[in-house]
């Protein structure tokens, strides 16, 4: 008997631990909803739910990275790089296909430069993603001389378009989170990047292909910022050589409150979805509140440090003899 309610005692925790992320995602959203009358307007809700898409996508590109170990510091970076690239195009030959591939594929080409230099150079993924960084911003200031691009069309309506009622970026942050819950859940691949991320070691004994693992999802999340890249410019209807400057602290923020462990081996798209509104609606009752933004900066600091101590806490329970 005693055997019984342990037993279901521990399938309750287990229960409680998986959804929990959900829980605060609903807290957060009702004590907002009291804090300002403003919150619950639609105007409000619909920029919350465009602004956190572009988080959301490049968050779920940072889980598959953490989940095999890795990181990605460059993200914001890339990201202008490949929008600002898009519009050129777009103002240039006004060739809507040509545009939208060469912001996918100037991430897809940046991340692989950061893909080759952790897998085959063993570079440190902080140090080879600080230095892509370094240059993806750099290359998009001197080509744009550091000045805006405006009045860039038709190429808004990934930004600012409906699809119904339904905004375009949630449409593609739902698709997106569909093909990473896909990746993760059901492919050989997915798989992998658990098993690299839980035992490299092991994992390279077991025969699976580390180095061009890490390539390839380095890869997938350049395609992933390449569309961010998209939407962000649409978003706010401009070419912006300095933006996106602080993104991927808010996309690995939204990765690791979401549930996703820094050190490696467990995370899900659905934890990162709810971490990359939680997040995003922290913000968004913090800009009503008109709370200073010097205070808002430390405040977000404390999350993620609040948000790692707790998966270290976990990761030690987890090891802990039974």
Request: glycine share 10%; with cysteine; hydrophobic share 55%.
């Amino acid at each position: 008997m005693a055997k019984d309610a342990k037993a279901s005692g521990s399938k309750l925790g287990a229960i409680l631990s998986k959804y929990s992320i959900f829980a605060i995602l609903v807290t957060v959203f009702v004590v907002s909803s009291f804090l300002n009358r403003n919150f619950l307007s639609v105007m409000n809700l619909t920029n919350i739910l465009r602004q956190n898409s572009v988080v959301a996508i490049l968050a779920f590109g940072e889980t598959m990275l953490i989940i095999a170990g890795l990181i990605d510091l460059a993200s914001g970076a890339v990201l202008a790089l490949a929008g600002v690239f898009s519009i050129a195009v777009w103002k240039a030959t006004g060739n809507m296909p040509l545009a939208l591939s060469v912001a996918l594929a100037t991430g897809v080409v940046m991340n692989a430069i950061s893909g080759a230099l952790v897998s085959i150079y063993k570079t440190p993924p902080f140090i080879a993603t600080l230095a892509v960084t370094a240059v993806a911003r750099g290359s998009v200031l001197l080509y744009t001389k550091g000045q805006n691009i405006y009045q860039i069309g038709n190429y808004v309506v990934f930004g600012q378009g409906y699809l119904g009622f339904i905004p375009i970026p949630v449409i593609i942050m739902l698709l997106m989170l569909v093909l990473t819950w896909y990746i993760l859940n059901n492919t050989r691949f997915g798989r992998s990047l658990y098993a690299i991320g839980g035992n490299e070691e092991a994992a390279n004994a077991s025969g699976i292909m580390v180095p061009r693992t890490k390539f390839v999802c380095y890869v997938i999340n350049g395609f992933l910022v390449g569309l961010a890249g998209i939407i962000f410019m649409s978003r706010v209807n401009a070419g912006l050589p300095n933006a996106a400057g602080g993104y991927e602290f808010e996309a690995l923020t939204a990765a690791i409150i979401g549930g996703t462990s820094f050190s490696g081996g467990i995370g899900t798209a659905m934890g990162t979805l709810a971490g990359a509104f939680i997040v995003g609606i922290i913000n968004n009752i913090m800009n009503l509140l008109e709370v200073n933004s010097y205070l808002q900066q430390i405040i977000k600091g404390g999350i993620i440090a609040l948000a790692v101590i707790m998966d270290i806490y976990a990761k030690n329970k987890r090891s802990r003899p039974r």
